[in-house]
DNA sequence: CCTTGACCCTGTAGCTGGTGCAGACCCTAC
DNA sequence: GTAGGGTCTGCACCAGCTACAGGGTCAAGG
């Protein structure tokens, strides 16, 4: 892992929403990924508080990355896991990738005909003030 | 509404799972689109069990097909308050029916993004068995 | 007549990926 | 001292189903 050059984790602890804030995601949502086991249990102030430094701050944005890209949460483990046990091949990680790009296309290509398919019915559609629509009629007589 | 050359509805009643199979769905889906109110409350046999008919089928394809074309239960609780209203017109479909091409559209736009976003960073992925991947340079430090 | 198996009924819990709320505590500033 | 923010926990909720438990019903076969 490369360093940031911003400063390294306990300078001074980021709380939930700083970290949040940071990451740019919701403050349930970093309770969520802790739940799901994508973020670890955080160190704890005195007050019970959750404390996190900027290795949480990267690990957090990753998931969001990962997220933003369509990554299920199973996936976004996966890749964590060959981050963390420090056994990550390249090779790997462009599995997943690739495969996820396969479903990205896949849908790409089933929603190009779902558009299609609504292009021709409404264009069969007259869009007048009438009680007759051969939109209706094709789905209900498809 | 066109009549079909079918048998009209109590000809011999139709079961949950009689239903379910003419339309192509599970019989629990039955259920739970008579629960969000998409489907009548059937009439019920003696021994308590539903009774459907042909309108049912009907009713339920036209269910099956708009959620295929990707309309929200929402979407087609609309529509189908136009159909039972009777006071359908073309003009209030077709609206319905654009809405949902645009945002077929707008997701389109943002999967081809992903897409690119995806081709790109794998594309940078030596695909060796070295522990120093690109992609996941570029998630973490995105 | 009895059993087997397929179906039906209801209520309820689970899935994904979060979001939001209640009720309690805590901490800082004014 | 009190107002406002923050934090803590546990829980319920969203879509859109799917599945299971625990019972009832029914028709066919032996």
Redesign the pocket.
């Known amino acids: 892992m490369r360093d940031t050059a911003a400063s390294p984790s306990p300078g001074r602890p980021l709380?939930?929403?700083?970290l949040a804030d940071r990451a740019g995601?919701?403050?349930?949502?970093v309770?969520?990924y802790e739940d799901a086991g994508l973020m670890p249990e955080p160190d704890?102030g005195?007050?019970?508080?959750?404390l996190y430094g900027e290795e949480d701050v990267r690990r957090l944005g990753f998931i969001g990355r990962a997220?933003r890209l369509g990554l299920?949460?199973?996936e976004v483990r996966g890749l964590l896991s060959l981050v963390d046990g420090e056994r990550i091949t390249c090779a790997e990680v462009r599995e997943t990738t690739l495969r996820h790009l396969e479903s990205v296309r896949a849908r790409i290509a089933e929603l190009r005909r779902l558009e299609r398919t609504l292009a021709d019915v409404s264009a069969r559609c007259s869009g007048e003030q009438v009680p007759d629509c051969a939109v209706i009629d094709a789905l209900m007589d498809g």
Chains 1, 2 share one sequence.
Do not use: S
Not at 15 to 18: I, Q
Not at 25 to 29: A, K, M, N, P, S
């Open positions: 709380t939930r929403k700083g995601c919701g403050i349930e949502t309770r969520y704890r005195p007050n019970g508080y959750r997220r299920t949460i199973e």
